[in-house]
């Protein structure tokens, strides 16, 4: 059967999904100063939230990440409550492709570090800049570029959830204050509903405390700094206010 657009080629670090169902081990990629963190003594102690349960019952879900940062508190929590996060990095919108880069290996340490399976998803720039910016080059943030964004990814999530013969997915997408929820939820929920067999799990992952906790770990761990959401109108929009924040060359 020939591969669909909708059928992303999943990758770990070089290795097929049909490896890492055999348990291969795949190397992980080093960059200096992006994937060598070491995590605080007190993660997997500090998690402000332990009464979590999936809506389906069981111990595992699917857990789709946007960047290290983001996911850091919400991997603690889903542990500490023990639920098993199968990581799912598919985030065409980075631009450019070395913030790409940048993201995945960091977030690919933090797994690493805590033993974790990651599942890469295509980088499909072109596909996200023809379905989901073509014409919304210049919404603001929370506008309908971003809505679309968040459809695209997580019908991906999705689909990969459904591959993996699981029921459950979640995202960290919505973690940052400057995402709207409403607009996560509303992509979530229609994923669920083109994909019969999945449950979009719309836990607020900035209430009970997890705010503060992720602001805490991003501090101590020392993540690469990000200056703008990912995408590149996004990217494009955070320059003139970072040069006027450097003031006159």
Request: glycine residues 8%; aromatic residues 8%; proline residues 5%.
């Amino acid at each position: 059967m020939s591969k669909s657009r909708s059928d992303p080629t999943l990758q770990m670090a070089g290795c097929s999904v049909s490896a890492l169902s055999a348990g291969t081990a795949c190397a992980l990629p080093s960059q200096s100063g992006i994937s060598d963190f070491i995590l605080p003594e007190d993660y997997l102690k500090g998690a402000p939230r332990r009464d979590l349960t999936l809506p389906d019952g069981g111990r595992k879900l699917v857990l789709h990440c946007c960047c290290a940062p983001c996911s850091t508190a919400v991997i603690e929590c889903l542990l500490q409550c023990g639920l098993t996060p199968l990581v799912f990095f598919y985030n065409p919108n980075i631009y450019p492709h070395e913030e790409y880069e940048t993201r995945r290996l960091e977030l690919w340490h933090l797994c690493k570090l805590l033993n974790l399976e990651c599942v890469n998803g295509d980088y499909e720039q072109e596909r996200w800049q023809r379905e989901v910016a073509a014409g919304l080059e210049l919404e603001g943030e929370r506008g309908q570029r971003c809505l679309k964004c968040f459809t695209l990814r997580l019908d991906m999530t999705a689909v990969f959830t459904l591959k993996r013969g699981l029921k459950v997915f979640t995202t960290t997408l919505a973690t940052s204050r400057w995402k709207s929820k409403a607009q996560v939820d509303t992509a979530g929920l229609a994923a669920q509903q083109h994909h019969p067999g999945v449950t979009y799990w719309d836990l607020d992952w900035r209430k009970g405390g997890l705010v503060e906790r992720r602001y805490a770990l991003v501090k101590s761990i020392g993540f690469y700094n990000q200056r703008y959401c990912g995408c590149a109108p996004s990217l494009k929009s955070a320059q003139p206010a970072a040069k006027q924040a450097s003031g006159p060359s």
